[in-house]
C-alpha cells in the first residue's frame, strides 16, 4: 500500500553493495537521510548476485504495468561478475561479453518503464585482493585486474546506451590509502567508502541536465512550513541541513 503523500521514488538495484548499503555507515542509508522529506529510497539488493540473475528478475521488480514508475534507478552489477570461473561451476563469474549484454538489456527495460524514469550505473569497484582472500579464502577469486576489465566495459556500455554512470573504480582509489579505509573485508564498503559513493552519485545528480532535477536541493520538502524564529524572521526548520555539510 503507498503511503502519502506521493514523492519521486529512487530505486536501489544491484548485489550485496546494494542489499548491505543501510549497514555501516552505508550509501544507501545516507541517501535516505539526505532525500528526507523529498524522496523515498527503495531498496532491492541481493547478495551474491550477478547480472545474470539480475536481468532474470528485471521485469518482475520493475514490471511495466506498474501504476508508479521509479523516478531514479541507480544499478550495480559486476562484482561478482568479475569473478574467476571455478572448477565447480559455481563461481557467480559471466564472462564479460555476456555482462555487457546483460547490463545492455537491464538498461533497456529500465528506459521503458515511463519517460521520467532515470538511471544510473555503477561500476565495479576495485578490491583489496589480500584482505578478500582472508575474509572469504582462496576458493573465490577475485583481481583488480579483472574489476577493471568489468568496470571499463560499464563505462563503454553506458557511453555507447546514454546511461549516466559513476565510476566507482577509478573514484575509489583516488583516496589515499584506499585499501585500507574503503572495505570492511576487502569487497563491502566501509563507512569510507559508502562517503565516496554518495560523493560521487550526487556529482551525477547535479550535473545532470534532467527535468525536473532530481538533486537533493533542487526537491521540494513535503509539507515545508515556516517556524517563527523572531517576531520579525521566519526559518524553515524542516530544511535545517546544518548537519549535512559535507553534501554538495
Known amino acids: 500500500m503507498m503511503v502519502g503523500p506521493q514523492r519521486p521514488q529512487f530505486v536501489l538495484f544491484g548485489s550485496s553493495i546494494v542489499q548491505f548499503s543501510h549497514s555501516n555507515g552505508g550509501w544507501g542509508a545516507h541517501l535516505s537521510d539526505i532525500y528526507s522529506r523529498k524522496a523515498d529510497i527503495v531498496l532491492r539488493g541481493y547478495s551474491g548476485w550477478n547480472s545474470r540473475r539480475g536481468l532474470k528478475v528485471v521485469e518482475q521488480v520493475f514490471p511495466k504495468d506498474a501504476v508508479v514508475q521509479p523516478d531514479l534507478v541507480i544499478v550495480y552489477f559486476g562484482g561478482n561478475d568479475s569473478m574467476a570461473p571455478h572448477p565447480s561451476g559455481l563461481s557467480p563469474h559471466v564472462p564479460l561479453v555476456e555482462y555487457i549484454e546483460n547490463m545492455r538489456k537491464i538498461a533497456l527495460h529500465l528506459k521503458s518503464l515511463s519517460d521520467k524514469t532515470r538511471i544510473i550505473f555503477l561500476t565495479c569497484p576495485p578490491v583489496n ?31 555507447d546506451i546514454g546511461v549516466k554512470v559513476v565510476d566507482l573504480c577509478s573514484a575509489i582509489k583516488r583516496r589515499d590509502e584506499w585499501e585500507k579505509l574503503c572495505f570492511i573485508d576487502g569487497v563491502h564498503f566501509s563507512a569510507e567508502g559508502s562517503f565516496i559513493v554518495v560523493e560521487e552519485i550526487l556529482k551525477v545528480l547535479k550535473e545532470a541536465e534532467w527535468e525536473p532535477s532530481l538533486y537533493w536541493k533542487s526537491l521540494p520538502t513535503e509539507f515545508a512550513d515556516p517556524v517563527a524564529d523572531d517576531r520579525i524572521h521566519t526559518i524553515n526548520v524542516d530544511e535545517y541541513t546544518l548537519y549535512r555539510e559535507h553534501w554538495h
Open 129 to 159: 585482493e589480500e584482505q578478500f582472500c582472508l575474509s572469504f579464502g582462496n576458493e573465490l577469486v577475485r583481481s583488480n585486474e579483472n574489476c577493471q576489465r568489468y568496470s571499463n566495459a560499464c563505462l563503454d556500455l553506458c557511453t
